[in-house]
């Protein structure tokens, strides 16, 4: 059995861990209050902006004079990975870098691929292994801004344009509750068709001023970019999230753990005295008797 000094110590130990892990439940739930905050805004403005794309494009001869719906031949792929900067959040980047890992291994087996982290965490996962890899955006968590993704959505946008890459996908997690972060592979270039198997809008007469072709050019774009920019926000909202579960559980298991170290205490210290009283109920029977 343990001595009395070294339970005591445990004991204080996983009260400061539990403590640690309270606060971050703490400071994860008020970060989760903005972060969903502004991906609840996002979703219906970047739904209906892809509608009314959908629906122009539709109107023309498809999407053929759209430069970022040509399909060409997938040799060279863009995989957009978005993890986290920081740890203590469950399995939320390690999910990501799994998918990424089954999408490599699975339908881009045999093409070359190049990643483009987002997070630390996807950063130094991929840098250490044998894919090329493109630094210069992967701290766009330390702030969150639309700025910040602009630059990195132009980044793919640009080289899918000149051919570098064939196709571009973004893998994240979308944040459905606090508990709940659904893993998407989502293909961002070429765009797709279809809008993530959601009910078809009825085609609308649109006055397009000052020419169809004008508002396509610019709509386009700017539809991309919002599309990556929620993306990153619904990966933000889900770390958040996770991180809150995840320290939530760690604080339940500690205050478990501290009953169990607790009463290893309390049996440990009362049998250290029940052995000091039988030590001197011996002595003075000793001492009494002849």
Do not use: W
């Not at 903005?34 to 509608?51: C, E, F, G, H």
């Not at 909202?237 to 604080?251: L, P, V, Y």
């Not at 290893?264 to 009283?277: K, L, P």
């Amino acid at each position: 059995m343990a001595n009395l000094k070294e339970v005591k110590q445990r004991i204080t130990s996983v009260v400061s861990t539990q403590q640690i892990t309270k606060a971050m439940k703490m400071v994860s739930a008020a970060k989760l209050r903005r972060a969903q905050d502004k991906i609840v805004q996002m979703r219906p403005y970047s739904q209906k902006l892809t509608n009314i794309l959908n629906n122009v494009s539709a109107s023309q001869d498809g999407a053929a004079d759209i430069v970022f719906a040509q399909k060409r031949e997938v040799n060279k792929v863009l995989i957009v990975p978005v993890t986290s900067d920081k740890g203590l959040c469950g399995a939320f980047n390690s999910n990501v870098i799994k998918a990424t890992n089954a999408a490599i291994k699975g339908q881009f087996a045999g093409k070359e691929i190049t990643i483009l982290p987002l997070g630390k965490k996807a950063y130094e996962n991929f840098k250490k292994r044998e894919f090329s890899v493109i630094s210069q955006f992967y701290q766009v968590f330390t702030d969150v801004s639309f700025d910040n993704v602009r630059a990195a959505a132009e980044f793919a946008m640009n080289a899918y344009v000149a051919g570098d890459f064939d196709q571009v996908v973004l893998v994240y997690n979308e944040f459905k509750n606090v508990a709940t972060q659904i893993i998407r592979t989502e293909q961002f270039l070429p765009m797709a068709k279809e809008n993530n198997g959601e009910e078809k809008v009825a085609e609308t007469d649109y006055i397009l001023e000052p020419s169809r072709s004008y508002i396509i050019e610019e709509l386009v774009p700017t539809s991309l970019k919002i599309q990556f920019y929620k993306a990153v926000l619904e990966s933000n909202a889900s770390e958040h999230g996770a991180r809150m579960t995840a320290m939530d559980k760690a604080t339940e298991n500690a205050g478990e753990l501290l009953k169990e170290l607790r009463l290893m205490y309390n049996r440990t210290r009362q049998a250290a005295i029940t052995n000091e009283i039988l030590e001197i109920v011996a002595g003075a029977n000793a001492l009494g008797g002849k």
